[in-house]
């Protein structure tokens, strides 16, 4: 079974502090993706990346940045985290563009 | 953009009542879509995905059907269980690698 970890499940953090969000898979999936999740909004793709130091913006990408360095691994980057930024956030994997993703367990964001 | 509606937003049946969710999409041209599983608090399971080349997929208890030039896909399913009490998901995949996701339809099945 694929497998993607989010490093955590729960994250407090402060107004303006720079935050992480890592995300591992262990099926050697080509596609990775960074979504978000709010109550009445659904989920929204922040960014995803289809190859190793490659990234692409997705609906709502103010405020991030992500970093691929290895397969494996896709960080979200919050550079100066705001309020407005607490939410459930979602990583995903895919072998190809045309196959399922598979979703990570989420990291609940509160932002102070 | 692809625009994906699932009604009802919420159902409740009792336990041994087959399940019928729907989904329906702006865009005919899709690549494929996808059916997950949400528990509260938690992230997605994917279930079913059915291709564009495809006009359904079973799964156990479960059944994805698409007729793309409706722009709808349905879930089926079977015998419903308590634990089958979560927000069921779809989302459709145009040309590219973003998904457009569903409100979702929140299961509840009664003992």
């Not at chain 2, 040309?95 to 996701?101: A, I, T, V």
């Amino acid at each position: 079974d694929v497998k993607v970890t989010q490093s955590s499940r729960y994250l407090v953090k402060r107004t303006g502090e720079k935050v992480f969000l890592e995300c591992v898979q262990d099926m050697d999936h080509e596609n990775m993706f960074w979504y978000r999740q709010d109550p009445g909004l659904g989920l929204r793709l922040i960014y995803f990346s289809y190859d190793v130091k490659m990234k692409e913006k997705g609906d709502i990408p103010e405020g991030y940045s992500v970093s691929r360095e290895k397969k494996e691994r896709f960080s979200l980057i919050l550079e100066s985290a705001s309020t407005n930024q607490t939410s459930m956030y979602l990583c995903a994997s895919s072998s190809k563009a045309n196959q399922p993703q598979h979703f990570g367990d989420g990291t609940r964001l509160s932002i102070l | 953009k692809q625009e994906v509606t699932q009604i009802p937003a919420a159902l409740s049946v009792p336990e041994g009542e087959n399940l019928v969710l729907n989904c329906s999409f702006t865009d005919s041209a899709i690549y494929n879509l996808q059916w997950f599983r949400q528990d509260p608090g938690k992230g997605l399971t994917s279930l079913l995905l059915i291709q564009s080349s495809q006009r359904e997929q079973t799964s156990g208890r479960l059944n994805a059907s698409l007729d793309k030039s409706s722009g709808r896909s349905t879930l089926y399913i079977a015998a419903s269980q308590p634990g089958d009490s979560a927000t069921y998901l779809c989302a459709g995949l145009p040309n590219d690698y973003k998904l457009s996701f569903g409100a979702g339809t929140t299961v509840t099945v009664r003992a």
